[in-house]
């Protein structure tokens, strides 16, 4: 059963489509590959599916027929679609531990009666623990209580994603969760997304690097100015005509960083 | 950190609390007349300052403080005179509508922010000292309220006395900072500054930024209403002047060389500021120049404020403090 629908999704910009009538159908518990060229209208599609924008025209439609677009990012989070940022989304001024707490709102209840009064402390014991173990998960537990600012670039992405992992998303949105990183994070960030998927949560994953895309995805989407250009398991799409001219020139990159 | 020296640091934290507060305690008791009535403008001036930090640590500087805090002030009195309702029964009720009148005017605004958020809450709040200037009924005009109520008799304690009312009012500042000390170290604290920090992180966790702006607004509002509602049963008195721009600018200035990083800033910021304001008194016609290039030299050279200076300060004191034991 398909747990997030694309149907029809425009968006313009003045008179510009980022996205172009574009279809997509997420099924429960896969890993779904967004890629194209830059420019090709990923991140936006993130941005509407996750309310930062409205779309133009067009239905999302989350768990067969709840219909998300044009909610606020906060109510869709509610729901348990939550994204990562293409920049390094923290906060910088809280501890790594605070950061994860912080993110465990939705799960939290907490109102300001209780806070004023005291009551709220008991709660927070079991929320904070609850943060513990999603830092620990991703592989910062030694760094609890460092500062998100002074992190390494691949522990503040990890950081990124233990941010959305505290909401218990059922979809995952990374946008490009690879970004900037040595070899080294980069492996370290690919068996994260793959300890995440084990939890039974839907990835939906924008990526330039091509051999961890064909390499975790089950399922490709290829956008190329703001349209689906073709769709297809990673075999199909690294042969295909069409998407070796969206990628004009990077051709070798393809077939390059897989076979290696 | 040994477990030793977090010991002695933890003593070091609570000593001068205790200090301070027994000094407070005794202090009415020797200090003159006028002195003491001085001590009671810090407590209403530090909820005020304290109240207003709450609401700039969700980046909102709004410019209505000061009209809320005349909201529970003119509410109280109102009610009060009026109504006859007794003075620590107004009080609170001065406090909540104030923090009503805060989430009216955010409100409509939630849809600005940054500059435009500043400015309109600015000319709401003229609106609203306006009426309380224009409208002779209730609200007296530019004389205002006169004949307010004072604080009954309780338990053989004439709280309109001097020396009681000091007490009752530092109670009700030690109150609002537990309260609010609470509210920064609790989860929707940390969600305000969250917003401040990253928006768009924020909500993408599901933090409701409206909601918390509002939450902020109107809680920050209560506590002015309070302060207010203090000031007014003590100068018995109520006019629009005392909540005019230049109020404002007092409060934008302690906050600012206080500091609004940590709890203690705004503290800071109003014992520094005031007592300089109360020492100045014979240079009155410089003074707002004075008070003015404060505030510019401390945005240019001290970026957090007087509690940065001391923080920094701490911090190389704990580390020459740290360093030694190791040696040892």
Not at chain 1, 4 to 28: C, H, P, R, T, W
Not at chain 1, 102 to 113: D, M, P, S, T
Not at chain 1, 116 to 127: D, F, R, W
Request: hydrophobic share 45%; glycine share 10%; aromatic share 8%.
């Amino acid at each position: 059963m398909p747990i997030l629908e694309v149907e029809g999704l425009s968006k313009y910009f003045g008179g510009l489509a980022a996205l172009n009538d574009v279809n997509l159908s997420i099924q429960e518990g896969e890993i779904r590959g967004i890629i194209g060229p830059n420019g090709a209208g990923k991140t936006t599609l993130f941005n509407v599916i996750s309310g930062v924008y409205r779309p133009s025209s067009g239905q999302i439609r989350y768990q067969g027929k709840t219909r998300i677009d044009g909610l606020s990012s906060s109510r869709i989070a509610g729901m348990g679609v939550v994204r990562t940022f293409q920049r390094t989304a923290l906060y910088h001024h809280f501890s790594v531990l605070k950061n994860v707490i912080v993110a465990r709102h939705l799960h939290a209840k907490e109102n300001i009666f209780r806070v004023i009064s005291g009551l709220a402390k008991k709660t927070e014991e079991k929320n904070t623990e609850k943060a513990l173990e999603i830092v620990e998960f991703m592989g910062l537990g030694h760094l609890k209580e460092e500062l998100a600012e002074n992190l390494p670039h691949g522990h503040q992405r990890a950081l990124g994603v233990a941010i959305a992992i505290a909401c218990e998303p059922k979809v995952l949105l990374l946008d490009e969760p690879l970004t900037g990183m040595t070899p080294t994070e980069k492996d370290r960030m690919i068996d994260l997304i793959r300890k995440v998927h084990q939890q039974g949560i839907t990835i939906l994953m924008v990526e330039h690097d091509m051999r961890s895309v064909m390499e975790l995805c089950g399922y490709i989407s290829v956008l190329d100015f703001g349209m689906l250009l073709v769709e297809g398991p990673p075999a199909e799409i690294q042969n295909n005509e069409m998407v070796i001219n969206a990628y004009l020139g990077t051709e070798d990159i393809l077939s390059a960083s897989t076979s290696a | 950190m040994s477990s030793h020296s977090m010991k002695k640091y933890k003593i070091g934290g609570l000593a001068p609390l205790i200090l301070v507060l027994s000094g407070l305690c005794l202090v009415p008791f020797f200090l003159r007349a006028y002195l003491v009535e001085v001590a009671m403008m810090y407590f209403i001036y530090i909820i005020l300052a304290q109240s207003y930090r709450l609401i700039v640590t969700v980046h909102d500087w709004q410019l209505y403080h000061i009209v809320l805090y005349g909201v529970g002030a003119y509410t109280s009195g109102m009610l009060a005179k009026n109504l006859g309702v007794p003075v620590f029964v107004a009080i609170p009720l001065g406090g909540a509508m104030a923090g009503l009148v805060g989430m009216a005017i955010t409100l409509p605004l939630l849809r600005t922010k940054g500059w435009g958020f500043y400015i309109a809450t600015y000319g709401l709040a003229e609106l609203i000292r306006l009426t309380w200037l224009k409208f002779r009924n209730p609200f007296g005009g530019s004389t205002g309220i006169i004949d307010i109520p004072w604080p009954p008799v309780i338990a053989g304690i004439d709280f309109s006395d001097r020396i009681p009312y000091y007490f009752f009012s530092l109670g009700v500042m030690l109150l609002v900072m537990l309260m609010l000390y609470r509210i920064e170290k609790s989860r929707i604290g940390d969600s305000f500054k969250a917003i401040s920090m990253d928006p768009e992180l924020a909500a993408s966790t599901g933090i409701n930024i409206p909601r918390h702006r509002l939450m902020a607004c109107s809680i920050g509002g209560f506590f002015a209403g309070v302060a207010g509602g203090l000031l007014v049963h003590r100068l018995g008195a109520v006019d629009p002047k005392l909540f005019n721009i230049t109020t404002t600018l007092y409060l934008l200035i302690w906050v600012v060389v206080g500091g609004t990083n940590t709890f203690w800033g705004p503290i800071i910021g109003v014992s520094v500021m005031h007592t300089l304001f109360e020492l100045s008194r014979p240079l009155i016609e410089i003074r707002p120049m004075f008070f003015g290039l404060s505030m510019v030299l401390v945005l240019i050279f001290l970026p957090g404020g007087l509690e940065g200076l001391i923080s920094k300060a701490i911090t190389r004191l704990q580390k020459r403090d740290r360093v030694a034991p190791v040696e040892t």
